[in-house]
């Protein structure tokens, strides 16, 4: 399975980031996916996962911003985070995750926050 | 949400011992993964389950679990191991997301 990101770079802030990631080479069907990021420098911060079924659990730190869906006929799923700031700068990558953990990631897209 | 606790940083002697450890009270009931992060990558997932390694991870890789806190072990350090560690495990109880650790920056010498 491979994982892509896809997605604008530069965003001015209150904009809505809209995020793409393409899974390749297998199914969605029975996997949790989730969104990640890393701001320059930092640490990851885990932002929520979708399963394949369309159920979703988010950071409740971005909660009332974040969205995940899926369209797994496209073999899909993206993010959208409302009223970006430039606390929301960072690189992003979906992943796939099972019990054993994130087993699968993408190389990430890098979004930059700026007027 | 909860946190999870690794030093900034450590370093090891080529083909020496290191442990790097990983404290959070939810580490109590749920187990931790985790993560290699080299400059410019992706992480990879490198143990999981407590102490499972995915296919083509080294053996001297292992982790281990007690009480509160969370250990990855590389045994006999090697050039390419240098690199960023971030532990994970399941926020808060009952919550069923997910938190990362701050992250260990590891030094092969």
């Known amino acids: 399975v491979q994982l892509q990101e896809s997605g604008p770079g530069l965003l001015k802030p209150s904009e809505t980031l809209s995020l793409t990631c393409t899974v390749s080479?297998?199914?969605?069907?029975?996997?949790?996916w989730s969104w990640i990021r890393q701001p320059p420098g930092k640490g990851l911060e885990w932002i929520g996962y979708?399963?394949?079924?369309?159920?979703?659990n988010y950071n409740p730190s971005l909660n009332s911003r974040v969205t995940i869906f899926i369209d797994t006929s496209k073999n899909q799923f993206f993010l959208n985070v409302t009223s970006v700031t430039a606390a929301d700068a960072a690189l992003y990558y979906c992943?796939?995750?099972?019990?054993?953990?994130?087993?699968?990631w993408g190389q990430g897209t890098l979004v930059a926050v700026s007027s | 949400s909860s946190e999870l606790t690794q030093d900034p940083a450590v370093s090891v002697a080529l083909g020496q011992t290191v442990k790097i450890t990983c404290q959070g009270v939810t580490l109590r009931s749920y187990s931790a993964s985790w993560y290699q992060q080299k400059p410019g990558q992706a992480p990879t997932l490198v143990i999981y389950g407590h102490n499972n390694r995915p296919s083509g991870i080294p053996d001297r890789f292992s982790g281990s679990n007690s009480g509160n806190t969370a250990s990855l072990t590389i045994s006999g350090a090697q050039a390419e191991d240098e690199a960023d560690y971030y532990c994970?495990?399941?926020?808060?109880?009952?919550?069923?997301?997910?938190?990362f650790g701050s992250g260990t920056k590891v030094t092969v010498l």
């Open positions: 992943a796939r995750h099972t019990s054993s953990g994130f087993d699968t």
């Open positions: 080479d297998d199914s969605m069907t029975n996997y949790y």
């Open positions: 994970c495990s399941r926020d808060k109880a009952g919550n069923h997301g997910y938190v």
């Open positions: 979708i399963y394949y079924t369309g159920s979703t």
